[in-house]
């Protein structure tokens, strides 16, 4: 298994976002063909879109002659975003060719509906990936989890072409499934899952994914470690850092500098386990300076607003414009990232790089001895999932230390997600090399 790159400074990040082609010798060659497959990408902005959509645009920018297989942008609140609909399109967005197919969706995107949407996505879109591959004939081809239930359509056409395959591990999409309880645990559910899954990650000659715990995951599915590589999910450090000034979000939402703000901003699905947050507020209700704000959609936001509406110390907002992202970030008094103990090692929360790169504390449930733990251990507030009193009582120390933090303690620990390393290295897996 093989790393990243080392970090560059901010000064390096900053040339790389303004630049972004910065590799114009691929302009006197014949430009490499490669097709990005991939249920999320952008305009997305929150989850594994955002990664796959500055992916794409980076390898268009190196001189690459770039093909998108998607759907309309949906995540996370599982409805069609406006400007789009959920139905065949084509057409160029920058400098990459964008095809879209559709699929199932409905509101309450629970149970067997999570698993419905990539199937339907998986088959309304195999025609359209099976035929671009044959086209174009590809260099690579770039599959992307979730979904795996694409990725047997874009290998047997990559076959029949020679093209490398390489696949984006972002969730461990079949072990979650099972443990959050999209899917039954029966038994032989389980096997004919893990059976599908060692036979499509095993075709594949590259596997990327975001965390070492992933990593050791995937070699337990007897995928070759010589084939795994290890990038983690970056943070665009030009984009998001510490403000000088008070964000303008204080205002505007009504607290003073004697309000502790906690704020969590990202998608609302089972994985993220809120449940332990929103208990925890109940908790603190009476502790008047404290306030809950939960920014963002997904499938258990209507549940979370019937249950904990009635709380005067929280409020739901929507995701908020990503240009004013950084201003909103900066914002609370402390960040928290909730995750479900079932779903731990299974995937490694991307809203984490903002939140470190804010400059603001962070607390997180995790148990010790997991990736997520060890990765922010002695930079962050520690507290196990599930335990709303102990996060309760993390957050009032939290407020006892406000004026103690220091905005720059978490430097060293942003700086590694720094994206500019991050993405070259996929680029490097994808041409064949080493990152």
């Known amino acids: 298994m093989t790393a990243a790159a080392q970090p560059l400074s901010d000064e390096c990040e900053r040339s790389f976002d303004a630049a972004p082609g910065l590799a114009t010798a691929a302009a006197t060659s014949p430009r490499k063909s490669v097709v990005v497959y991939a249920m999320n990408?952008?305009?997305?902005?929150?989850?594994?879109?955002k990664y796959t959509?500055?992916?794409?645009?980076?390898?268009a920018a190196e001189g690459m002659d770039v093909t998108v297989v998607t759907t309309p942008p949906h995540y996370p609140g599982w409805s069609?975003?406006?400007?789009?609909?959920?139905?065949?399109?084509?057409?160029i967005e920058g400098r990459i060719k964008v095809l879209r197919s559709p699929l199932l969706l409905r509101r309450k995107m629970r149970g067997i509906w999570r698993l419905l949407a990539p199937l339907s996505f998986a088959l309304t879109s195999a025609p359209l990936v099976f035929w671009q591959i044959l086209r174009h004939r590809p260099v690579t081809v770039f599959c992307v989890e979730p979904t795996l239930f694409a990725a047997p359509a874009a290998q047997l056409a990559a076959k029949l072409v020679g093209a490398r395959t390489v696949l984006h591990v972002h969730d461990m999409e079949v072990d979650a499934a099972f443990a959050v309880g999209h899917l039954s645990s029966r038994t032989w559910l389980k096997r004919l899952g893990h059976a599908f899954e060692r036979s499509v990650l095993g075709r594949f000659d590259q596997l990327i994914t975001i965390s070492n715990r992933m990593a050791e995951g995937l070699a337990l599915k007897h995928v070759p470690a010589a084939k795994i590589s290890v990038v983690r999910n970056?943070?665009?450090?030009?984009?998001?850092?510490?403000?000088?000034?008070?964000?303008?979000?204080?205002?505007?939402l009504g607290f003073g500098h004697e309000d502790f703000v906690i704020l969590y901003s990202g998608s609302i699905g089972a994985k993220q386990g809120l449940n332990v947050l929103l208990d925890a507020a109940e908790r603190l209700k009476d502790e008047r300076r404290i306030h809950f704000v939960i920014s963002g959609e997904g499938p258990q936001k209507p549940e979370l607003e019937a249950r904990y509406g009635h709380l005067e110390n929280l409020r739901f907002l929507a995701f908020q414009p990503y240009s004013r992202l950084n201003a909103f970030l900066n914002?609370?008094?402390?960040?928290v990232l909730p995750q479900?103990?079932?779903?731990?090692?299974?995937?490694?929360?991307s809203k984490l790089g903002g939140m470190l790169a804010s400059g603001k504390p962070v607390l997180v449930t995790a148990d010790p001895g997991t990736e997520l733990a060890q990765f922010v251990e002695e930079t962050v507030y520690l507290t196990p999932p599930n335990d709303p009193e102990k996060l309760a009582a993390n957050i009032v120390r939290a407020m006892s230390e406000r004026?103690?933090?220091?905005?720059?303690?978490?430097?060293?620990?942003?700086?590694?997600?720094?994206?500019r390393p991050a993405i070259i290295a996929i680029k490097q897996l994808i041409d064949g090399g080493s990152p």
């Open 234 to 252: 970056w943070v665009d450090l030009a984009q998001f850092h510490p403000m000088e000034d008070v964000s303008p979000y204080r205002a505007e």
């Open 331 to 335: 914002m609370p008094d402390l960040h």
């Open 403 to 419: 004026d103690e933090w220091q905005p720059h303690s978490q430097t060293a620990l942003v700086q590694s997600l720094s994206k």
């Open 41 to 49: 990408y952008a305009p997305e902005t929150a989850g594994v879109g």
């Open 53 to 59: 959509g500055e992916i794409a645009e980076y390898l």
């Open 80 to 91: 069609v975003q406006a400007g789009y609909r959920n139905r065949y399109s084509s057409g």
């Open 340 to 349: 479900d103990r079932n779903a731990a090692d299974l995937t490694l929360p």
